[in-house]
């Protein structure tokens, strides 16, 4: 996929805008169980919400290590909350377009 323009940007962030986060970052910070859980749930949603509660000081750097591993797209960081986005593999399974 392609990088995000600006207008794509805001339209993926007001889609998020509603939803709850899925995944969420605890004591046991990046593990393969959350690496599967991200993976699992882009998979599932295509735009998910992943919730900080520890490790808050190191966040950007795991949403980066998440992003690379996971092929996602970072679309915002907010407080300790991130929004992540990676388009369906599939055609037909696709829920946003473009």
């Known amino acids: 996929m392609a990088e ?3 207008k ?3 339209k993926l962030k007001s889609l998020a805008h509603h939803l709850k986060p899925v995944v969420y970052i ?3 910070g990046i593990t393969d169980g959350l690496m599967a859980a991200v993976e699992q749930a882009l998979d599932d949603h295509e735009l998910i919400k992943i919730k900080f509660i520890d ?3 190191a966040k950007r750097a795991f ?3 998440i992003a690379a591993e996971t092929g996602g ?3 915002n960081l907010i407080g300790n909350i991130a929004i992540v986005f990676r388009q369906s ?3 037909a399974k696709r829920k946003i377009e473009l």
């Open 4 to 6: 995000l323009n600006g």
């Open 8 to 10: 794509q940007r805001r």
């Open 26 to 28: 605890g004591k046991n």
């Open 55 to 57: 490790f808050k000081d």
């Open 63 to 65: 949403l980066e290590k």
């Open 73 to 75: 797209e970072i679309l």
């Open 89 to 91: 593999r599939d055609e």
